[in-house]
């Protein structure tokens, strides 16, 4: 139980394009659900809190309106990449805590991204 | 600031010894404590979490938790070598849900 897909595992892109990535959680209902980005031989690093059916919650020094996050469901949560630069080439996370158990996360198998 | 603090190691042990992994955090006010293990270009995987002083075993993990010193480990029996990864001891910050990660230690189990 407590499965995260992610898609796509890898992506490259040009710089100026947008990259969409979905993160699913496979058999529990996500209450929450968070993305990170993490560097090579760094931790990792949250960059925001998205809530079904509500407004994502960034975390300071993160570009809303660059990383347009979208909780649409139970299930499904989605991280926008919008105008990417070879600087947002990273890995990036995803994670969700099921409904009704308290701050245990799960992690998706991630995305790495790079822009050319 | 809430730190997690780890030895970033390498932490090498012999097959079948026991690996002894640490961390401390500053916020007092963390109620939940995990262990994430994690392979190299992977994503983490949550192996245990402790929410109470004292320990909590799974199998050969044992996870113990002493609010008082701020403190929380994770024991490895019987290591293998396919426990060698990088472990993150993660903390919930405050009364949120939102974890805060250590830097992670890197284990190798040498065969």
């Known amino acids: 139980g407590a499965v995260v897909s992610q898609h796509p595992s890898w992506v490259i892109c040009k710089s100026g394009t947008s990259v969409k990535i979905e993160c699913r959680s496979l058999d529990f209902q996500a209450t929450t659900m968070f993305w990170y980005r993490q560097f090579p031989k760094q931790s990792l690093m949250l960059m925001a809190t998205?809530?079904?059916?509500?407004?994502?919650?960034?975390e300071q020094g993160v570009e809303k309106d660059k990383f347009l996050i979208n909780h649409a469901s139970l299930t499904l949560s989605t991280l926008t990449v919008t105008s990417a630069h070879p600087e947002d080439s990273s890995f990036y996370i995803c994670?969700?805590?099921?409904?009704?158990?308290?701050?245990?996360?799960?992690f998706g198998p991630g995305t790495r991204l790079t822009v050319t | 600031q809430k730190e997690v603090e780890q030895n970033s190691g390498p932490l090498s042990v012999p097959e079948g010894a026991i690996a002894s992994l640490n961390c401390t955090y500053s916020d007092r006010g963390s109620q939940s404590f995990f262990w994430y293990r994690q392979y190299s270009g992977k994503s983490p995987e949550l192996i245990m979490f402790i929410y109470s002083n004292g320990d909590k075993e799974d199998g050969r993990f044992t996870a113990q938790l002493n609010k008082a010193s701020q403190y929380v480990s994770l024991l490895i029996r019987d290591s293998q070598p396919s426990d060698s990864a990088t472990y993150l001891c993660a903390v919930t910050q405050g009364g949120s849900e939102k974890l805060v990660f250590g830097k992670g230690t890197k284990l190798t189990v040498n065969p």
């Open positions: 994670s969700a805590s099921p409904r009704g158990y308290s701050y245990e996360q799960y």
């Open positions: 998205s809530n079904e059916g509500s407004k994502a919650t960034y």
